[in-house]
Structure formats: structure tokens, C-alpha cells
């Protein structure tokens, strides 16, 4: 069965430096999203892309976010100074086009910033 | 803005029956979602509702009342896997998805 992959499966990084998560979504899929759930709370919606560029994105998702498709399969969201409060795990989805379709998720990421 | 509601925490026995509700106050609606998220993993889909009525699907059912902003989802014949986090999901106008903060289920032998 098809699934979402993401690596890597922990990262710990200092506050201030850079981290890119990376995802391969499911290979017949063409919309991707990141999402990121800190610890005892909800899953929360950041950001969409689909066709090369950003389809929506939630107020959390601010200039020190930024998301890529580099090649062909890899999508990766780049936190460029990451804080104490980015600390969570952040999820990787994918879906296919249409109204009906389900988003599957990777494992997560989970992000320790000390 | 949005705002789904589900209770957080729900004890069931083994072998019983569970229903979770969820309500729903949003700008748009595109579908309703229920995912399955067990402690530190990823959230599993289980079941999509646009159109009002039950869904079916296996041991697990999902309603949806559009008019009332409201969905349950119905586990019959609980086993101790189904121990988990249950995530009402809405999509408004978009392809994202909007959680609710989850029902944590504990099945009980």
C-alpha cells in the first residue's frame, strides 16, 4: 500500500538554527501539506501546495516558514529560525484531486528545538 | 474562523458500543472527516461524510446532520485497539483540514 514517507523521524536542533523536514507524499497525489501537532494538543492546518506554489496557508505559517517541491518526489518544509514554541510534531499529508479524497499522513516528524 | 467541538474523554467496555459526537460551526463546509490517532503516531483515516445521513463502514459508522452542524461516529463491537485518540476533521472551502482537539477513547475489558 501506498504511503507517506518522512525523514527524518526525530530532530532535535538549537533555537535560532535552520531545519527542513522533508516528505515524499504518495506518488499519484498532487496536494501536499504540512502540518504540526505540539505535544497534548490538536493537529493544526499550515500549509497547502499544489501545482508548484502555496494554495492556502494558516496564520501560523509566517515568513520564517517556507515549503518547496525540489524534484520530482521530495516536499519539505524549512523552519530558517526555529524557537522554543516550534517544538511539536509536524506531519506530512497528501491527497489526490477531488472533493471526496481522504489526506493520508506520514509518521511525523518530531521536532525538539532546546 | 472555526470551531469544532468533541468531548475529550470517553471510557468504554469491550465489546460495547461508543458513540463520539462532534459539532461544528465553520464559514464553509466540503466534508466532514473522522481519523483514528493512536499516542504518538499518525492520524488514520476512517471515514468521509458530505452529504447528510450514515455512513458505513464496517464496525465503524459516521452521521452527519449539515443543518445542525453535527456528526457522530459509532464504533460497534469495541476492541482494546480502538483505544485512541478520534479526530472530528472538517474541510470548509478548501483541500485543508481543519481538527477539532480530539476525543481520547478508552476501551475497558
Known amino acids: 500500500e501506498p504511503e507517506v514517507t518522512q525523514t527524518p523521524s526525530h530532530q532535535v536542533t538549537q533555537m535560532g538554527q535552520e531545519v527542513i523536514l522533508r516528505c515524499v507524499p504518495i506518488?499519484?497525489?498532487?496536494?501536499f501539506y504540512w502540518y504540526r501537532q505540539i505535544l497534548g494538543q490538536k493537529v493544526e492546518f499550515l500549509v497547502s501546495f499544489y501545482n508548484n506554489e502555496i494554495s492556502e496557508k494558516s496564520e501560523i505559517f509566517d515568513d520564517q516558514f517556507s515549503v518547496e517541491r525540489p524534484d520530482g518526489s521530495n516536499f519539505t518544509l524549512k523552519i530558517r529560525s526555529t524557537k522554543l514554541e516550534d517544538s511539536a510534531m509536524y506531519f506530512c499529508?497528501?491527497?489526490?484531486?477531488?472533493?471526496?479524497?481522504?489526506?493520508?499522513f506520514g509518521q511525523g516528524t518530531r521536532l525538539t528545538v532546546v | 474562523g472555526q470551531n469544532i467541538d468533541q468531548p475529550t474523554e470517553m471510557t468504554a467496555t469491550e465489546g460495547a458500543i461508543v458513540q463520539i459526537n462532534c459539532t461544528y460551526q465553520t464559514s464553509g463546509f466540503n466534508g466532514l472527516f473522522w481519523y483514528q490517532q493512536h499516542a504518538g503516531e499518525a492520524p488514520t483515516f476512517l471515514s468521509y461524510?458530505?452529504?447528510?445521513g450514515l455512513e458505513e463502514k464496517g464496525r465503524f459508522s459516521s452521521f452527519l446532520s449539515r443543518s445542525k452542524g453535527y456528526s457522530y461516529l459509532l464504533l460497534k463491537e469495541l476492541q482494546m485497539k480502538d483505544s485512541a485518540s478520534y479526530l472530528c476533521?472538517?474541510?470548509?472551502?478548501?483541500?485543508?483540514?481543519?481538527f477539532g482537539k480530539g476525543t481520547s477513547l478508552l476501551v475497558t475489558p
Open positions: 506518488s499519484n497525489h498532487l496536494y
Open positions: 499529508a497528501s491527497t489526490r484531486v477531488g472533493e471526496n479524497t481522504e489526506a493520508f
Open positions: 476533521a472538517v474541510r470548509d472551502s478548501g483541500y485543508a483540514l481543519n
Open positions: 461524510n458530505v452529504l447528510d
